[in-house]
């Protein structure tokens, strides 16, 4: 499977997680809801995710099936624009990779993304 591919795929996931109405984001930070016993608590949230081996913030989630990870800032993305297209990428301006704040974010084409990692213009 191609990474265009197993985007799309964490893409449906990205949907999913953003209608189920526990995940929000501020300046950056992706939260759940606090819980207990399976319940959520109202207007009780935590910092959710963690750092991959790339530097990425992730969050790790479990569906039928297995494990899926899900890039933070993907999400963050697609919550704001409320869209997301499987054929790009969400490049960092600023080359942060822990920097997800939407103002720091934007949807380009994967030639677009190499050419400013490499810092070509």
């Known amino acids: 499977m191609n990474y265009c591919s197993r985007e799309a795929i964490n893409d449906g ?7 189920s109405g526990h995940y929000k984001a501020e300046n950056g930070i992706l939260y759940t809801r606090v ?19 790339h530097g990425y913030q992730v969050l790790n ?3 039928l099936g297995g494990q899926k ?18 054929l790009k990428t969400i490049h960092h301006k600023n080359h942060n ?3 997800n704040r939407i103002d720091n974010l934007e949807e380009v084409s994967w030639y677009i993304n190499l050419k400013l990692r490499k810092g070509k213009k």
Not at 13 to 19: G, V
Not at 35 to 53: M, T
């Open 69 to 86: 990870c899900l890039l933070v800032h993907r999400i963050i993305y697609a919550m704001s624009y409320k869209t997301l297209d499987s």
């Open 61 to 63: 989630i479990r569906r």
């Open 13 to 19: 996931y990205i949907y999913e997680l953003i209608k």
């Open 35 to 53: 819980s207990n016993n399976g319940k959520s608590i109202k207007d009780e949230w935590r910092e959710c995710g963690g750092a991959n081996s």
């Open 97 to 99: 990779k822990s920097d």
